[in-house]
């Protein structure tokens, strides 16, 4: 321990100054020469006196020469740059695609519908009249037509013999087909719509299609009558139309081809 020459306060060595009285407790340096510099330099100007160089103790003191950083050349872009803007227009070119597709799928799915519903919503019309004929169907719609029409003429047949419109008296008598009400409708042609009102037997018999229907009606003592119908929303016996009846019964089984063809 040592005590400062100015306060007397005692002091540490490494102290440079009294932290009492603020007394500078090292000698104060010298100038110094630059380093490197030689024992004696030579004057740069008339009449400049030499510089000693500093000594080894007074170098302890003497400032940190800070040296220039280098700056480096700037380095070139990197090469992903143009992979980077080909893959982002890569991807707009795929996200476009999707979109166009998604647009005319739905589209597609529009007009399906559309024309879908528009079938559903024709008006029904009166099919004209068609005799059995020996020949052979010359179309599908011609081949369901008469499977409607033969099971009307087999249904027709059956109210004759039971003479009424009773489903169940119907059903024993042709177990083949199903009987339903006449406000159930008809679904295919195996199964017989029936209403009765006032004596009066009406049938209806759908064809596979599901837009064609086959009418008929029965009375005790009177001939059937007949009209088929297409584009009919539901065959059931008590939609039957108005008018459009005769007396012709339509295709019967022997128009359609055998199990041979």
């Known amino acids: 321990m040592t005590v400062c020459p100015d306060c007397g306060k005692t002091v540490r060595p490494i102290w ?15 100038p110094l020469a630059p380093a490197g510099a030689t024992r004696t330099a030579t004057a740069t100007s008339a009449g400049a006196a030499a510089v000693a160089a500093p000594s080894a103790a007074e170098q302890f003191f003497a400032p940190a020469v800070l040296q220039p950083v280098a700056q480096l050349p700037m380095a070139a872009r990197p090469a992903y740059a143009s992979t980077t803007s080909t893959d982002s227009l890569r991807k707009w070119f795929v996200l476009f695609g999707m979109v166009v597709f998604m647009v005319a799928a739905l589209a597609t799915a529009w007009f399906t519908l559309r024309s879908s519903s528009g079938a559903h919503h024709q008006t029904p019309v009166v099919l004209a009249p068609a005799v059995p ?25 059956t109210l004759e013999q039971v003479g009424s419109g009773d489903v169940t008296a119907l059903a ?57 119908m297409a584009h009919e929303p539901s065959c059931a016996a008590v939609d039957a139309p108005k008018t459009g009846w005769s007396s012709e019964a339509g295709g019967a089984a022997s128009d359609l081809p055998d199990a041979n063809g």
């Open 16 to 30: 440079p100054s009294c932290r009492s009285c603020g007394a500078l407790l090292m000698a104060i340096p010298a």
């Open 172 to 228: 024993a008598m042709q177990p083949s087909f199903t009987w339903l009400a006449g406000n159930a409708p008809s679904t295919d042609s195996h199964v017989v719509s029936v209403a009765q009102t006032a004596g009066v037997v009406t049938i209806a018999v759908a064809a596979s299609n599901h837009d064609v229907c086959a009418f008929a009606q029965w009375s005790p003592g009177a001939s059937p009558l007949y009209v088929t």
């Open 133 to 157: 004929a020996a020949g052979l169907p010359t179309s599908l719609s011609a081949v369901v037509r008469i499977q409607a029409e033969s099971t009307r003429r087999a249904a027709v047949q």
